[in-house]
Antibody, heavy 116, light 108 residues
Framework: QVQLVESGGGVVQPGRSLRLSCAAS????????MHWVRQAPGKGLEWVAV????????YYADSVKGRFTISRDNSKNTLYLQMNSLRAEDTAVYYC?????????WGKGTTVTVSS | SYVLTQPPSVSVAPGQTARITCGGN??????VHWYQQKPGQAPVLVVY???DRPSGIPERFSGSNSGNTATLTISRVEAGDEADYYC???????????FGGGTKLTVL
């Protein structure tokens, strides 16, 4: 079945880096744009970044631009989010989601906690 | 940047109709999508492109979009519909995806 599984979350100190991964299965990964969306504790959904099906186009939320990098490896059916210069306000559950204009499949999320 | 405004909460009795609004400047010119999120779970797409339903979503869920307001309508509300609902658009002027702040639907 169609599935997205995130990994790589954890507790990290402010200013450090972390890389999230999202393994896709059950669909033709290389045909779809993919997003990262996060949700801080008790808060709403916040869009983070999107990458086109072939990786040629990438867009970022203002809050992460210049610190986060979205990428993909279509040969491995995997989406990535490299997060640098992490801040306390980056603490959230990070979801990967399938679909360029709307997201019809979501992973269960991975939790990132930025704390000293 | 583009802003989507949702009421923080909506309450409805079982069997009644819930309407959740999503306001935005000339939102009628954009495609609006709606997600349902239950506590501790990932969001689920319930309406896309203003009024289309993914497979597996009950016909009780419907959507409309015109002018400055999009609306998610849930007919014959059930206890299992209690959740947070988010509207979403793609803002082509900023190349940003935008979510509304979310609406908590309470079934009385």
């Amino acid at each position: 079945q169609v599935q997205l599984v995130e990994s790589g979350g954890g507790v990290v100190q402010p200013g450090r880096s972390l890389r999230l991964s999202c393994a896709a299965s059950g669909f033709t990964f290389s045909s779809y744009g993919m997003h990262w969306v996060r949700q801080a504790p008790g808060k709403g959904l916040e869009w983070v970044a999107v990458i086109s099906y072939d990786g040629s186009n990438k867009y970022y939320a203002d809050s992460v631009k210049g610190r986060f990098t979205i990428s993909r490896d279509n040969s491995k059916n995997t989406l990535y989010l490299q997060m640098n210069s992490l801040r306390a306000e980056d603490t959230a559950v990070y979801y990967c989601a399938k679909g360029r204009w709307f997201q019809d499949v979501w992973g269960k999320g991975t939790t990132v906690t930025v704390s000293s | 940047s583009y802003v989507l405004t949702q009421p923080p909460s909506v309450s409805v009795a079982p069997g009644q109709t819930a309407r959740i609004t999503c306001g935005g400047n000339n939102i009628g010119s954009k495609s609006v999508h709606w997600y349902q999120q239950k506590p501790g779970q990932a969001p689920v797409l319930v309406v896309y492109d203003d009024s289309d339903r993914p497979s597996g979503i009950p016909e009780r869920f419907s959507g409309s979009n015109s002018g400055n307001t999009a609306t998610l309508t849930i007919s014959r509300v059930e206890a299992g519909d209690e959740a947070d609902y988010y509207c979403q658009v793609w803002d082509s002027s900023s190349d940003h995806q935008v979510f509304g702040g979310g609406t908590k639907l309470t079934v009385l």
